[in-house]
């Protein structure tokens, strides 16, 4: 077993204790009193369940990310590369088709190990705190959809790097780049009009004061939209949420169909105009431009690794083909894939306090974008005392006491 062997695995055990520490210290944060902001809004029982409900996540949480360690452990010391690779080239086929077959296994197995973690999650965690609305057939579809969604999207994208770093080793990072840059963004065009129909039903609001309230405030701030659409969340989940899709003038505002029942119509509004400010401040396309440029970073990389020996040896396999030194090459980038996230969430934090501070003002009821933040938590469960290690880590939203106390204090950050 080589150096790098070990140095890799450090990697993975480093991150799952940190990851670990970081979830335990977040369970042992949780404070018994309710706090003052939510006296009206959470009574006791509810804000135990909220307790409850975020120790069942992160228990299932922690036993998965142990299970997932262990077999990725085991698997690298055993040589199950190796032999799946065995199984890749049995067939005869050239190398792209050779690597899809490699990697599919490969993801097809993580998909199948996930399963069960996934039916708890949903049918006894979910179902036992009031959520889950899914059906076992809805269940079913939707897992054979994004499987199918994943391959198609996953075998496309791998496909080309392997025949850009087999047939211009020179330069495959920049034209990889490049390919991966122009079909993620047509991906992201036609995910609205393509992919999530598939899982949802999007159905255009219905006329009304909520609709009226939305496109006159979209109006009034020059936010040229596609409509204003109600999603059938409520067939899979109680929770609430809204979201944009799509770009420019095609771009979509879409509701929860249970989010507008249990908001008001400035709720609503104050929600949207949150989302609106992603874009008029620049949100959107500076997390655009920060994905392309890690996916630069990353691609380049894997270049200067991806024909090293040592990288091949290190799990064992007895060739060294560019489809497996790629799937290695995950391992190798793990440690900066970490820290590119803990740095994209921190100034996703930043984002959503001036989001937050832009709809206070431009709408002009900072009181509704509070109480709508506060219903949102309670009817989600929300976590209202995150551990600071958390939030640090992972958080890409600030924790909810912390954005009310911005937008009553401060509500200018947006301007800033």
């Not at 939305?214 to 059938?232: C, L, Q, R, W």
């Not at 190798?332 to 820290?339: E, G, V």
Request: aromatic share 16%.
């Amino acid at each position: 077993m080589s150096f790098v062997t070990y140095l890799i695995l450090s990697f993975l055990v480093i991150i799952y204790i940190v990851e670990t520490t970081a979830d335990l210290l977040n369970v042992k944060n949780i404070s018994l009193s309710i706090p003052r902001e939510f006296d009206t809004y959470f009574d006791k029982e509810k804000y135990v369940r909220s307790q409850q409900y975020l120790k069942a996540n992160t228990k299932v949480s922690l036993i998965s990310s142990t299970l997932f360690l262990v077999i990725q452990i085991v698997f690298v010391l055993s040589g199950g590369f190796n032999y799946v690779n065995t199984i890749a080239t049995s067939f005869g086929f050239g190398p792209i088709w050779t690597g899809l077959i490699f990697a599919g296994i490969l993801l097809f197995s993580y998909e199948i190990i996930k399963i069960p973690f996934s039916v708890y999650s949903t049918f006894v965690i979910e179902q036992n705190f009031g959520f889950n609305r899914t059906n076992v057939k809805t269940f079913v579809t939707d897992l054979f959809k994004s499987w199918i969604i994943t391959a198609v999207i996953s075998s496309i994208v791998f496909s080309v790097i392997l025949w850009l770093f087999t047939n211009t080793p020179h330069c495959a990072w920049l034209y990889a780049f490049v390919c991966i840059t122009v079909f993620q963004l047509f991906v992201w065009f036609i995910a609205p009009i393509v992919i999530l129909p598939l899982f949802n039903k999007y159905t255009p609001l219905e006329g009304g004061e909520l609709r009226t309230s939305i496109e006159t405030y979209a109006s009034k701030e020059n936010f040229k939209m596609k409509g204003v659409f109600v999603m059938d969340e409520s067939k899979r989940s109680t929770k609430s949420n809204a979201f944009f899709i799509g770009f420019g003038k095609f771009r979509r505002i879409v509701l929860f169909d249970t989010l507008i029942q249990k908001q008001t119509v400035n709720e609503l509004t104050n929600i949207l105009a949150h989302e609106m400010g992603h874009f008029k401040l620049g949100h959107t396309t500076k997390r655009m431009i920060f994905s392309f440029a890690s996916t630069g970073v990353m691609l380049y990389i894997l270049s200067l690794f991806v024909n090293k020996t040592w990288l091949y040896d290190a799990f064992l396999m007895q060739a060294q083909p560019i489809y497996a030194g790629v799937i290695f090459f995950a391992f190798l980038y793990a440690p900066i894939s970490f820290i590119i996230s803990v740095i994209s969430s921190y100034f996703s934090r930043r984002m959503e306090y001036n989001a937050d501070s832009y709809a206070a003002i431009t709408y002009g009821y900072p009181e509704a974008m509070v109480t709508a933040l506060k219903k949102l938590s309670v009817d989600n469960l929300s976590n209202l005392h995150p551990h600071k290690l958390k939030v640090f880590l992972e958080y890409s939203h600030p924790p909810i006491l912390d954005r009310i106390k911005a937008i009553n204090t401060n509500p200018d950050r947006s301007r800033a």
